[in-house]
């Protein structure tokens, strides 16, 4: 499999790791600054010998084919990569959100259709799998109270911006958790949003629901997610163990390790790779969580 990567952030390095590990065997680094993606070729190269690894500018798109181009830029950098390979023939794999809503503001979903209209678009959205992973500490999910959600990341991003960084990873984990049948935007009711520098916070009813949603970002913060809900209190950590992260949880000071919810959506894209449903389901939950998005921000 040819790959196209595009970004070296972070979150870049680990899509990386997850397309080698689905099958990529030849894998462009893609960057403003070469010599970032030099850098990153280097790394990769002694850690994965046998891949073919090359840097170069974004108009290698348009040069060679690739079986999945993989976007991993900044947010607000999104609709412009799909813009220029638009039509195009590749996977386009994006790392969330598929575009930045205080970018393109009440023009998303025309952007959206036309994303859709031309190209075979799936979103990374890994909080699908970790969902399932929480759920079993919960046998029913219909119990009454708060559900509240508290993701701390080390994060650059400040202020409404974070809600635009960590909002789909938010939405994406009580889509699967309450079993896909709670995000219907008519049914949303914002009772307060607080924002500071570092935090965005909101109270709000969905479906009869209740909710509170804290988000974090600060590069002192170390990764976490916390789930509180009926009289329960569920820890995420993560650990780099021999150059693998390794996902924790903790309840009730017992530590269960647990499948990485990153691999896990890359091994389902892998296996679905040529089934429409499989980017059908995701292009709907795209939809959903953006029209759910636009309200809390506007």
């Known amino acids: 499999m040819k790959c196209a990567l595009i970004g070296t952030s972070s979150i870049a390095e680990v899509h990386l790791v997850e397309l080698v590990r689905i099958g990529a065997k030849k894998l462009t680094i893609i960057s403003r600054n070469l010599n970032k993606g030099k850098n990153l070729c280097k790394k990769y190269k002694l850690r994965f010998p046998k891949i073919t690894f090359?840097?170069?500018?974004?108009?290698?798109?348009?040069?060679?084919?690739?079986?999945?181009?993989?976007?991993?830029?900044?947010?607000?950098?999104?609709?412009?990569f799909f813009k220029y390979i638009n039509k195009s023939s590749s996977i386009i794999l994006v790392e969330k959100p598929i575009i930045s809503l205080l970018k393109i503001n009440k023009n998303y979903?025309?952007?959206?259709?036309?994303?859709?209209?031309?190209?075979?678009?799936?979103?990374?959205?890994?909080?699908?799998?970790?969902?399932?992973?929480?759920k079993k500490y919960f046998k029913n999910n219909d119990t009454s109270g708060t559900f509240t959600f508290s993701f701390k990341t080390g994060g650059r991003y400040k202020r409404k911006y974070i809600n635009i960084d960590l909002m789909p990873h938010a939405l994406a984990f009580i889509y699967s958790f309450f079993s896909n049948k709670l995000i219907l935007k008519k049914e949303l009711k914002i009772n307060q949003i607080k924002i500071r520098e570092n935090k965005w916070k909101s109270i709000f009813t969905l479906n009869k629901r209740k909710f509170?949603?804290?988000?974090?970002?600060?590069?002192?913060?170390?990764?976490?997610?916390?789930i509180k809900y009926s009289g329960k209190k569920i820890l995420r950590k993560t650990k780099i163990i021999n150059n693998e992260f390794v996902n924790f949880l903790i309840y009730k000071n017992k530590q269960r390790q647990i499948k990485n919810p990153m691999s896990e959506f890359f091994n389902d894209l892998k296996k679905n790779k040529n089934k429409k449903i499989f980017f059908?389901?995701?292009?709907?939950l795209t939809y959903q969580i953006m029209d759910l998005n636009f309200k809390f921000l506007n």
């Open 54 to 80: 090359e840097n170069a500018k974004k108009e290698i798109l348009k040069e060679q084919k690739f079986d999945l181009i993989d976007i991993c830029s900044s947010n607000d950098t999104h609709d412009l």
């Open 109 to 134: 979903k025309e952007f959206l259709d036309n994303i859709y209209k031309n190209n075979k678009v799936a979103v990374c959205y890994p909080m699908i799998f970790l969902a399932k992973h929480f």
């Open 212 to 226: 509170l949603f804290d988000f974090s970002e600060s590069k002192k913060n170390r990764t976490s997610l916390v």
């Open 280 to 284: 059908k389901r995701n292009k709907k």
